[in-house]
């Protein structure tokens, strides 16, 4: 079993950053990792993807603007978001799976089996 708590959401100003963190137990070197954000209202929509390999891939409302990365000596992933905006508002959650996932199916919240519970991103104009 894979438990993922998030950390470092908060408020900011447009063109602010900020940095997720997600710490993984029972970390393991073949899990895949992604982010997802929900906006109230809205369906939940995939941000970004790692692969166990360390592949990445963005949604295009954040390319250029956000990074993944994850430090596997601390069992951890993370967000840097910048230049954020106000429609990046939304509840922020990690995301695992075992073993590297299609590429169509890498920002798909159905191609994952573990969830953490989240945590709020507002950016304020």
């Known amino acids: 079993q894979v438990q993922l708590v998030e950390s470092g959401g908060g408020s900011v100003q447009a063109g602010g950053s900020l940095r997720l963190s997600c710490a993984v137990s029972?970390?393991?070197?073949?899990?895949?990792m992604g982010w997802f954000r929900q906006a109230p209202g809205k369906e939940r929509e995939g941000v970004a993807y790692i692969s166990s390999a360390g592949l990445t891939e963005y949604a295009d409302s954040v390319k250029g603007r956000f990074t993944i990365s994850k430090d596997n000596a601390k069992n951890t992933l993370f967000l840097q978001m910048n230049s954020l905006k106000p429609e990046d508002t939304a509840m922020y959650y990690c995301?695992?799976?075992?073993?590297?996932?299609?590429?169509?199916?890498?920002?798909?919240?159905?191609?994952?089996?573990?969830w953490g519970q989240g945590t709020q991103v507002t950016v304020s104009s």
């Open positions: 995301a695992a799976r075992f073993g590297s996932a299609y590429a169509w199916s890498r920002l798909r919240s159905s191609s994952y089996n573990y």
């Open positions: 029972q970390y393991n070197t073949g899990l895949s």
